[in-house]
């Protein structure tokens, strides 16, 4: 009985190292794609070499999705290199892109939408807010709101989703809100490996709030 036990203890701590490396493994995966995402979107200037670039990594965000296919984080990226590419594409040809992005969203946020500190959530929320509503498009901004509100309620010192809101309310008549959600993303720190995507955010936000203010 004793050596049954004693390799079944064997059994669970070799399960538990080979899990510990799959989640390293996809970690690593994950970020490099953010990165490369980050040079693209933060380092083109110009929309149609961004619009490049983007479609340039989508068959390396599905190779990540396809290789980790019950985990959300991949299906969150490849959403994002798929939005981004919308997103510099512009027009009704970016259209398909942007229903894309949705589908993956969502996928991702049935299987987690905790994930990546709610980050599902929050893009599938900006894709409500920018795409075009009926017929054009699906915009919505009654889901956006609650999608970008659920996404602060998950992380709610996140860059991300506090400048999303805060975008959002100020486009929506909100002006103190947005610029209180928006001061508060520009006080996040750069996360480790992230620091180019945090600048850029930042910059970001930094021009929306100067031009909210002078509104104000």
């Known amino acids: 009985m004793k050596r049954i036990t004693h390799w079944l203890a064997i059994c669970v701590a070799v399960l538990g190292a080979t899990g510990a490396l799959a989640q390293a493994a996809l970690e690593t995966e994950v970020l490099a794609l953010k990165q490369s995402w980050a040079q693209a979107n933060y380092g083109i200037s110009d929309k149609a070499a961004r619009a490049a670039a983007m479609e340039a990594l989508q068959p390396r965000a599905h190779a990540l999705t396809a290789k980790y296919p019950q985990r959300a984080e991949p299906l969150i990226w490849e959403g994002i290199v798929h939005s981004s590419y919308a997103d510099a594409k512009g027009g009704l040809g970016a259209l398909g892109a942007a229903k894309k992005a949705r589908g993956l969203f969502e996928s991702a946020i049935a299987l987690d939408e905790k994930a990546l500190d709610g980050s599902a959530l929050g893009s ?13 498009g699906f915009g919505d901004r009654k889901k956006a ?30 002006l103190p809100g947005g610029i209180r959600h928006l001061e508060k993303a520009l006080l996040v720190k750069d996360r480790p490996g992230q620091e180019l995507a945090d600048q850029g955010r930042r910059e970001q936000v930094r021009v929306l709030l100067a031009r909210l203010r002078a509104k104000g």
């Open 124 to 136: 599938l929320g900006v894709l409500y807010a920018k795409v075009p509503g009926f017929p054009l």
């Open 145 to 174: 709101r609650a999608l970008l509100t659920k996404a602060v309620a998950v992380n709610p010192e996140g860059i991300d989703s506090n400048y999303f809101l805060g975008e959002f309310l100020a486009d929506n008549g909100d």
